[in-house]
């Protein structure tokens, strides 16, 4: 009697939770449904990411430090109640002086993961839903990851990615509007805007400074933006392995090329997005997968935060003022007239 009253009551806080949450879910989705259509558009119709060009022309200054074993490392699985946790095997701190590049479709200089080590990485939040859900996965697992913000969703959604960060994962740039960097149609101008205007807006969402990682929409890598990212001592971020998540039909298609590709190339940093609903629902089962297949994950941080444009920070408040609703009475401006 006990037993089954307990579960009435356990069933009654569960539907209560269910409804609360898809009530949740259903109005924010609601509320930024043309702005997930329309990033979500601009991925479908953009190509994949082209094959790596060998010869990127920058000259890679930064470098990797280890730090001490994991053992040595503050604790960081005191917090985690699941025993058999993925878990975050090894911290590197990255040195983004002179803006080196990572992954290897696109950068071959620097080969610092291990066989069998995995960088796990997402893109084009915060969103509602979708980002909280990668986010209780990836703690679930007591694991670290790399995410890259659009400018534009920051803004929308500031205390999403301030739960990333408070999380304890990395907080890298992605632009202002996920805009292709490559495209004929951008200035030089236009693609420092769109750079900086995401770091600007990205700092003012979480509060602080954001780390000095940055990946090119599209993976888009524009000669002249590197160059300049190297000029602002921001690490580029391309990938080893993509999860081609955003066109995928379901949670399982994400997790079989993932794993599929993992296991042919022992090792890489994975790209996902923390926006697509799909790969939300893939990553409690693929972080199972990562480590009953024994891989291993690296949390890669920087060694100073990234330092963002005065100009640019000023600039986004300015924008991101409402414009002044005036003082007038609200009767003096909507009278009933008819009821
Ligand atoms: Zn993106």
Request: proline share 6%.
């Amino acid at each position: 009697m006990r037993n089954a009253l307990s579960l009435m009551l356990v069933s009654i806080v569960a539907a209560t939770l269910i409804a609360a949450g898809s009530w949740f879910w259903t109005s924010s989705a609601g509320r930024h449904a043309a702005a997930a259509q329309a990033v979500a558009a601009a991925q479908a119709a953009s190509a994949p990411a082209k094959p790596a060009s060998p010869r990127d022309p920058i000259e890679v200054t930064g470098s990797i430090t280890e730090k001490t074993p994991a053992a040595a490392l503050p604790q960081p699985k005191q917090a985690c109640a699941n025993p058999d946790a993925l878990g975050v095997s090894r911290v590197v701190e990255i040195d983004t002086t002179g803006g080196p590049g990572f992954g290897f479709e696109h950068f071959k200089q620097i080969d610092f993961l291990a066989d069998k080590e995995v960088v796990l990485t997402f893109d084009d939040g915060p969103w509602p839903g979708n980002t909280p859900a990668v986010l209780k996965a990836l703690a679930d697992e007591c694991t670290k990851a790399v995410f890259f913000s659009i400018g534009k969703h920051a803004t929308y959604h500031p205390e999403i990615l301030k739960l990333v960060a408070a999380a304890g994962h990395t907080v890298g740039t992605h632009t202002w509007s996920h805009a292709n960097l490559n495209s004929k149609k951008l200035t030089e101008q236009l693609v420092k805007d769109e750079i900086e205007k995401g770091n600007s807006a990205v700092k003012f969402a979480l509060g602080t400074a954001p780390s000095p990682f940055f990946r090119f929409p599209e993976l888009q890598h524009n000669p002249a933006a590197m160059a300049y990212l190297g000029t602002r001592n921001i690490a580029m971020f391309s990938c080893d392995l993509d999860s081609f998540d955003f066109r995928a039909k379901n949670a399982e298609q994400i997790i079989t090329t993932v794993m599929t590709k993992l296991d042919k190339q022992g090792k890489g940093i994975i790209l996902m997005h923390d926006f697509q609903k799909h790969t939300a629902e893939a990553m409690p089962e693929l972080l199972r997968r990562l480590k009953a297949g024994g891989y291993k994950v690296v949390f890669m941080k920087p060694k100073a935060p990234m330092q963002t444009l005065a100009e640019y920070d000023e600039a986004l408040i300015k924008d991101l003022k409402l414009p002044v609703a005036g003082t007038r009475p609200v009767n003096t401006i909507v009278q009933t007239v008819s009821q």
